[in-house]
């Protein structure tokens, strides 16, 4: 049985006392809803401690949404795998679109990033999806495997074992347009295929989540789909009690 995650990624959103209302109000909840989902969320770098304690003990995995690639030294400005250990991080992603497009992460600095978490022993959510223009070109399968084979291609099955794919389409981050549940299937199924060719075993067993304008009104018709294992909810991660009924529509 594969393990079922809900993640929030807050983005560059949120503030302490953000982070005291939200944790109000999700705080009780958590214990119930991580009976069916792994619950999981990633605040800003700065807010991880406070989140961390706000849900300390309730089962709420601890994300970070970036991570340096190199392991300490003069790197101005960048967190270590080992920091985010040190404060009990669990889940960090990896290779988001945004970190891709707007600060020219390559498929080599997402290896390095992955190597790491692993060496940390931090669950990498490494993000994949293609872009509208790549879509309507037909190469979203192309785009797609070659994200996956350069991070597949650079470590052992064992490595990987604990790894979190996301689908993420460009096209349907933060626009409201959610793929649709069709959509999203044949590119889980796709990406699967991709890990299979690796290792099928590996393949059972990864979750593969899917982001991109996950609202109440879409999450349950995408989850029930055969190879969608949760999602990585962005804007809608951010109101407690629509990502609540997110989480709730995991069965
Ligand atoms: P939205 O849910 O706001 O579209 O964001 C998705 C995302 O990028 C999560 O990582």
């Not at 590996?202 to 055969?226: D, H, K, M, P, W």
Request: aromatic residues 6%.
């Amino acid at each position: 049985m594969r393990q079922k995650i809900i993640a929030g990624n807050w983005k560059m959103n949120g503030s302490q006392s953000f982070i005291d209302d939200f944790s109000s109000q999700l705080q009780p909840e958590i214990e119930k809803l991580s009976e069916r989902v792994k619950v999981v969320l990633a605040p800003p770098a700065v807010y991880l401690q406070q989140l961390g304690d706000a849900f300390s003990g309730s089962g709420l995995g601890l994300g970070a949404q970036n991570v340096a690639q190199d392991d300490k030294g003069a790197f101005t400005g960048e967190i270590s795998a080992a920091m985010l250990s040190d404060i009990g991080v669990e889940y960090c992603l990896v290779g988001h679109s945004e970190r891709r497009t707007l600060y020219s992460e390559t498929d080599q600095m997402v290896v390095a990033k992955v190597a790491q978490l692993i060496e940390k022993k931090i669950i990498p959510v490494l993000c994949v999806g293609e872009t509208l223009a790549e879509r309507d070109a037909d190469q979203a399968e192309l785009v797609v495997r070659a994200q996956l084979e350069a991070v597949l291609s650079a470590f052992s099955d064992v490595e990987l074992a604990s790894m979190v794919i996301a689908y993420e389409p460009v096209w349907a981050i933060g626009t409201g347009k959610t793929a649709t549940p069709e959509i999203a299937q044949a590119m889980h199924a796709f990406i699967r295929s991709v890990v299979a060719d690796k290792s099928a075993s590996l393949a059972e067993r990864c979750a593969i989540l899917y982001g991109g304008s996950v609202s109440v009104a879409t999450a349950a018709e995408l989850f029930g789909q055969l190879d969608i294992d949760g999602g990585l909810v962005g804007g809608a991660s951010l109101k407690a009690d629509d990502f609540k009924k997110i989480c709730e529509s995991m069965d």
